[in-house]
């Protein structure tokens, strides 16, 4: 296993976000990365439209925390080009099948072209992302064109039951037990 010894445990800081509350370690052959206790993440950040093929965390989960951040807090240790290839690397290193790895490294190269802090570099994995992408199409886009519109659906009749039965942002996240 890439990571040191331990389990991961993070808190609840909103309905997206956790805190780390201890450090998470990885270890390479070649490279040491310290994640520090309170970092925040959202895990793998994935599209809704596809996470009924890469859910939001699984095997990948650690490498998608250390992933958000070398990308967020770790620029002055490795381009964003970098840690989205340390991604993929850590995947590997943690089992991740190949396919789920490459879609997922795709899809943080596509994140990076939209993002200018992490654009430097993209014209280099340009050829290896639309490959990628366009190898994968005929697997992804048939089912997310059926699943797209039942999530606007489903969003507008959220939107539309939230006049009758609001819920505040206070309800989405669980009381912190008292000591």
Known sequence: MPFEPGSLTVSRVDA????????????????????????R????????VVTWLIPRFGAY??????????????PSVVSARDADGIFRRVM???????????LMWAGVRWGAL???RRRAGWEVSAPGVLAISVLAAPL???????????????ALAE???????PTGPEELVLPIPSA
Do not use: C, K, M
């Open 159 to 165: 939107w539309l039951a939230s006049f009758v039965a």
């Open 61 to 74: 989960t650690l490498a998608a925390i250390l992933h958000d951040w070398l990308v967020s807090e770790g």
């Open 92 to 102: 590997r290193e943690s089992g991740v099948p190949v396919l789920r790895r490459w």
């Open 41 to 48: 993440t959202d895990f793998a950040t994935v599209p809704r």
């Open 16 to 39: 997206n976000t956790w805190s780390l509350v201890d450090e998470l370690v990885y270890r390479g052959a070649r490279q040491r990365f310290v994640v520090p206790a309170g970092f």
């Open 140 to 154: 992804v886009v048939p089912p997310a064109l059926v699943i797209l519109p039942a999530l606007l659906v489903y």
């Open 114 to 116: 939209a993002d200018p």
